[in-house]
């Protein structure tokens, strides 16, 4: 079946703008997770999901980012007012739920994001 | 919060041998370990994992190993071929709890023919 997609694959984006990216989770999955990996690091949480719920937004860096699932599948992030140390590819990742033996996430193949 | 280290960053094997990678953790109430394989641009791909109720899991050429007490866990690919070669990451987390993934900062494998 479909796995997680993302889009757009590649944004740059000038100082300043706002960009939205955008994730579609496995179909039927109730847990989404967004992470932002820097060059030669491993994927960081940013927020996480369960059906629109929004239960836990800890590691977004700054309040120019936003997250939201309204109909609890597609999730967009928003990041506003881009600065360079944006740059980064941000991951989704989709899961059936969390209790046990339904945590393995699936991830998507991410969104490359370069501020000029 | 949970920390995960990953050693080592980077690793070279000829062609045939093993690798192992090890990883640590901090919070003893982590209860969950993935292993995933990232290729160049491409998504992480979940390649193993293991839960806290038991010590080791094989799947073909790879095996992880858990050790609670010590409150670490390894990687070990045996019979390694070219393809194997991708930065392989760790991470821990507690089931029931939201889950997000802790990841270590990933180790490069380089198969080399």
């Known amino acids: 079946g479909a796995g997680v997609s993302q889009s757009p694959r590649y944004k740059v984006a000038k100082r300043g703008q706002d960009v939205a990216l955008r994730c579609d989770p496995i179909s039927g999955h109730v847990s989404l997770f967004w992470y932002q990996q820097a060059l030669g690091q491993g994927p960081e949480f940013l927020t996480y999901f369960q059906n629109e719920a929004q239960l836990d937004k800890s590691g977004l860096p700054s309040d120019r980012f936003f997250a939201e699932r309204p109909e609890g599948s597609v999730s967009t992030l928003k990041i506003q007012r881009t600065q360079q140390e944006d740059s980064a590819v941000y991951l989704c990742?989709?899961?059936?739920?969390?209790?046990?033996?339904?945590?393995?996430?699936?991830f998507g193949p991410g969104t490359r994001l370069l501020v000029l | 919060g949970e920390n995960v280290e990953q050693h080592p960053s980077t690793l070279s094997v000829q062609e045939g041998d093993s690798a192992v990678i090890k990883c640590t953790y901090s919070d003893s109430a982590s209860n969950y370990f993935p292993w995933y394989k990232q290729e160049l641009g491409k998504r992480p791909q979940l390649i193993i994992d293991i839960r806290s109720n038991v010590g080791e899991k094989k799947d073909q050429r790879i095996a992880v190993t858990l050790n609670k007490t010590a409150k670490h866990f390894s990687l070990h690919i045996t019979e390694t071929q070219p393809e194997d070669s991708a930065v392989y990451f760790c991470?821990?987390?507690?089931?029931?709890?939201?889950?997000?993934?802790?990841f270590g900062t990933g180790t490069s494998l380089t198969v080399i023919p």
């Open positions: 991470a821990a987390t507690k089931s029931n709890t939201g889950n997000q993934f802790y």
């Open positions: 990742a989709s899961s059936l739920g969390h209790a046990q033996s339904q945590e393995t996430q699936y």
